[in-house]
């Protein structure tokens, strides 16, 4: 697999760059989220230790990390509706006021991504990926040459999870036991009959799904990349 094979990449050219990320693959659901050791700076260190994560951290716990980043100016949170068990869901703003172009500073349109995290909810690595970049880029912005281009001309969107139900109890679906990865409206859309997932009905028929589509739509001439 492709998880399997960056991880064969990173050991092989560095021994001390311990990255197991194959504890991640679907193939390993039952029980997806342990610890992972992840080169950090110069040590190895837990990927989830930082600020006190870890495979059990709750929806309102992540929430709370995020909200701990907030910047005037340049970190904002804004509520795109209500998950299948009627948790709250936010998307994190990270917008840029002014741009360096070399002859001093000036506005001018930014490309945008959006992250949309944690669809399944055991698999919990995009969130803590997410903080780390979101972290980096509010509080060491000068870090590195990326994290300084991304925090002065870059409009970064993050959805913490898109499956606030699945997060707090470690499962693959949603309140309503739908895969949300299956409840996009995709040209080739087909009713889910996975084993491990009732059948989804029609395309975004989830509240999660229709939140993020809405946040999309509504933005559509502004997001670069999703």
């Not at 029980?31 to 992840?38: K, M, Q």
């Not at 989830?48 to 005037?72: G, V």
């Not at 669809?119 to 990926?129: L, P, R, S, Y």
């Not at 993050?158 to 499956?163: D, F, G, K, L, R």
Request: contains cysteine; negative net charge; proline residues 5%.
């Amino acid at each position: 697999t492709a998880v399997n094979s960056y991880t064969e990449n990173i050991t092989k050219n560095d021994n001390e760059k311990n990255v197991d990320l194959s504890i991640y693959h679907r193939n390993n659901f039952e029980n997806p989220v342990v610890p992972i050791t992840a080169y950090l700076g110069n040590q190895n260190e837990s990927f989830y230790n930082e600020d006190s994560m870890n495979a059990d951290t709750t929806y309102s716990q992540f929430l709370s990390l995020f909200d701990s980043l907030l910047t005037p100016n340049y970190a904002y949170k804004e509520s795109i509706g209500y998950a299948s068990d009627n948790s709250e869901m936010f998307v994190y703003k990270f917008l840029p006021k002014m741009v360096d172009c070399g002859a001093g500073f000036t506005t001018k349109k930014l490309p945008s991504i959006l992250i949309v995290c944690n669809q399944h909810g055991f698999e919990k690595a995009c969130i803590v990926g997410s903080y780390f970049l979101a972290k980096s880029l509010v509080q060491n912005p000068d870090s590195s040459d990326l994290i300084r281009y991304i925090r002065n001309n870059v409009n970064l969107y993050i959805v913490v999870s898109a499956n606030p139900y699945g997060c707090d109890n470690n499962v693959y679906l949603n309140a309503n036991g739908v895969n949300l990865n299956r409840n996009w409206g995709v040209p080739n859309f087909t009713k889910t009959t996975e084993p491990e997932s009732s059948v989804s009905g029609d395309p975004f028929d989830q509240p999660e799904t229709q939140n993020i589509r809405d946040f999309i739509l509504a933005h559509k001439n502004d997001l670069d990349f999703v």
